[in-house]
């Protein structure tokens, strides 16, 4: 209760009886409860109210780090008239999006469906059996209003049209939400075409896809990242590296506590839109590592590094579990809750912070006295950070000291409020990403973190061979989806794949959310559901990226992880690639996600780890472009070996890296090992233990260098089928 009335007074909301939305383990919805208007969240006790009391319901989805979310409630449902004319007329449903995003997926496709956009908050008004027949997004108070009385018009003068409208909006829904698969396969080439038929639609001056608002589209630009590393495609990194270049100069990526903000109100990336979200930080810092690795641009790592620290200095719960978002709203001096306020600067507000070295940076971020935004200024560059240094004639420590400075200044304004929800499937995405960047930045202590993340996962919303989604103020609740099952067993793959030693016992945790994911959401020859029960509409199968992945492209990706790194032929995953296949390749912008598992599925993982015949060999390439070098870290399972360079018996496969198909010289190869072992009756050449090769490398000057590693790996009993690595170096 003192944290409802603290909300109230921090927003200057007028306190009023609390509505059924009291109690509820969310922030978004808490921060509604004490509104006249009568809101009950979703379920059966409202649903079965407006059935037996013949009344429209009214819908609203947000989330609590949602601008206009917080401007309707202010003007809409914290009006009194208005809250008279809603509970007068209908019953009122409140959402939040994050807890339950099977509903929010429907109630947005509804949206677009009937307006041709969507967003939050969505407004949905649907008759007493659940049906929609109207939808919008944020409505000003007066045009709500009119909503409001010509809806309540209709139904009273023609409600059997209105009726029959919703009901065949409805079918329509059901329809698109549980269509039929149509089976089939897709090749690598025609995968390859759609990458480059989206990067068509590239700014190519600011990077990104569209015009304004501009969103960050990390699955598409994963996707093609990926393609980048599978095939060396020159168009389709530049599409990616163009994409993030203009959002680490822009005003999206926070120069001063690092991290990016969700998405940019113009095309050049400058003027944010300004909530910080756990997925954006996962998934843009998991493309930062990727270009990375196939660049070695330095500002990349730099940004990576940065999100990282931020999200780990600000969004960690003590329990090591990851919070959801931090509001794009704070308080002014004024009292007055404004979009940005804690982001933006002045000259003067920079100058007294960092006193005499002001100028530098005032200049440096083009700070000037009425900035762009409400007065003020957003922090952005013209140049990359390190060419912008460079040419400034200033010390990157010097910098990101002075940055620190501003940084400690800015947390002395009042902090946007931090939802404090723990999400299974964010926190999934930020675990992968961790893992992965322990390993391509040298930082132990993100292993760490991503570690102590998913233990407390397993330990405390992992229960009876079922996962809850939510864990907020103390208490894990709302049964997991098809992506929390799907990204959280993602990331148990990741902890395996970056194990500093032995990381095989991840892999039980991800078999046993895998064997679940299957028996709650899978069906024959179907895409899978996205809950176990149907609710809302009906029964729905995700498709489509939305700020994260689809949830069938994770449930594939699991899948299929889950068979290659425990070397079997297994059901599930081919099963579910011909189920997603043709859908994918037909509507490749919105399904980029469930492209980029069918790849793997088809030809591996061409990611930074590479393993060979289930785990048996892991392999990790990262180039050092100051020296022209490749190195390449080979570990072994344990009781596996691989062939040497030259194995001795004509039968086995010897151990080849090659550049541009030229061999690498003998000398480069580790001294072998003489051993005999059970199927052989003479002795072998070959490596049992981890080691590093080097190899020099030269990129031409028109694209990446090509290296290709061959390699078969043994145990004392067999020797599987040789297995060839290219790895494209830019």
Not at 224 to 231: E, I, P, S
Not at 273 to 283: C, G, P, R, T, V
Not at 327 to 347: I, M
Request: hydrophobic share 45%; with cysteine.
């Amino acid at each position: 209760m003192r944290f409802l009335i603290f909300i109230s007074l921090l927003f200057g909301a007028p306190v009023h009886a609390q509505n059924q939305l009291a109690g509820e383990a969310s922030l978004y919805l808490q921060q509604h409860a004490n509104n006249p208007v009568d809101w009950y969240p979703w379920g059966p006790e409202a649903l079965s109210k407006a059935r037996d009391e013949d009344k429209m319901i009214f819908v609203s989805v947000g989330y609590a780090a949602c601008h206009w979310c917080h401007v309707m409630e202010e003007e809409s449902f914290e009006n009194e008239a208005i809250a008279i004319l809603l509970n007068k007329n209908f019953i009122n449903i409140k959402i939040d999006r994050e807890r339950r995003p099977d509903l929010d997926e429907q109630f947005s496709l509804v949206t677009t469906m009937l307006t041709g956009s969507s967003g939050w908050p969505t407004s949905v008004f649907m008759t007493p059996d659940a049906e929609p027949f109207y939808a919008g997004t944020y409505f000003p108070p007066d045009a709500f209003t009119q909503v409001l009385n010509t809806i309540t018009d209709v139904w009273a003068e023609d409600r059997p049209a209105l009726t029959a409208e919703a009901f065949a909006i409805a079918n329509q829904m059901r329809d698109y939400l549980d269509q039929t698969a149509i089976l089939g396969e897709v090749s690598g080439a025609e995968i390859h075409a759609a990458a480059l038929q989206q990067i068509t639609n590239l700014d190519e001056f600011y990077g990104g896809f569209g015009d304004a608002p501009k969103f960050p589209r990390e699955s598409l630009l994963l996707f093609l990242m990926d393609q980048a590393m599978r095939t060396g495609d020159d168009q389709v990194l530049n599409a990616v590296t163009t994409t993030l270049d203009g959002m680490i100069k822009g005003g999206i990526h926070d120069h001063v506590g690092g991290g990016f903000h969700r998405y940019s109100v113009d095309p050049e990336w400058h003027i944010p839109h300004f909530e910080k979200m756990l997925y954006n930080q996962a998934l843009i810092g998991r493309l930062l590592l990727r270009a990375y690795l196939a660049t070695g641009n330095p500002d990349y790592a730099r940004a990576a590094t940065r999100t990282f620290d931020y999200v780990l200095r600000d969004m960690r719960a003590a329990n090591g579990g990851f919070y959801g978002a931090e509001d794009a709203d704070s308080l002014n001096k004024q009292n007055e809750r404004v979009e940005g306020v804690f982001y933006s600067w002045t000259p003067d507000q920079i100058r007294s912070a960092l006193g005499a070295n002001a100028e530098d940076l005032i200049d440096m971020f083009e700070v000037i006295e009425d900035g762009t935004f409400e007065g003020a200024n957003i922090l952005h560059l013209p140049e990359l950070p390190l060419t912008a240094l460079a040419e400034a004639g200033l010390d990157l420590a010097a910098f990101d000291a002075v940055l620190e400075r501003l940084r400690l200044a800015r947390n002395l304004r009042s902090a946007p409020i931090k939802d404090q929800k723990i999400i299974v499937a964010w926190n999934g995405e930020m675990i992968a990403t961790l893992a992965e960047a322990s390993k391509i930045l040298n930082r132990p202590d993100y292993y760490t973190a991503a570690k102590t993340a998913a233990d407390f996962i397993l330990s405390d919303m992992w229960s009876d061979g079922m996962l809850n989604r939510i864990w907020f103020d103390g208490r894990a609740d709302v049964p997991a989806q098809l992506l929390d099952y799907g990204a959280f067993g993602r990331a148990l793959l990741a902890l395996y794949d970056y194990a500093p030693k032995d990381g095989a016992k991840w892999l039980v945790p991800a078999q046993r959310l895998a064997d679940s994911m299957v028996a709650n959401f899978a069906d024959p020859d179907q895409a899978m559901r996205m809950t176990a029960d149907a609710t809302g509409l009906g029964p729905f199968r995700p498709l489509d990226d939305t700020e994260t992945a689809a949830g069938n492209a994770l449930a594939l990706a699991l899948l299929d992880g889950l068979d290659r790194r425990q070397a079997r032929v297994g059901e599930a995953a081919p099963r579910l690639a011909a189920a997603l296949a043709i859908d994918a390749i037909n509507s490749p912008g919105q399904r980029a996600a469930t492209l980029r598992a069918i790849a793997e599925h088809i030809g591996g993982p061409v990611g930074p780890m590479r393993l060979s015949n289930g785990g048996a060999v892991r392999v990790f390439a990262m180039a050092d472009r100051a020296k022209g070098e490749l190195a390449v870290t080979i570990r072994l399972a344990k009781g596996w070996h691989i062939n040497a360079h030259a194995p001795l018996e004509d039968y086995l496969i010897g151990m080849e890296m090659a550049v541009d198909e030229i061999p690498v010289a003998t000398a480069t190869y580790p001294v072998a090992e003489i051993k005999e072992l059970g199927f052989s009756e003479t002795p072998l050449a070959l490596y049992e233990k981890g080691f590093t090769m080097t190899l020099p490398y030269k990129a031409p000057s028109d694209g990446p260098a090509r290296a290709r590693l061959t390699l078969q790996a043994c145990n004392d009993e067999v020797c599987l089928p040789p297995d060839d690595m290219i790895f494209w170096v830019w």
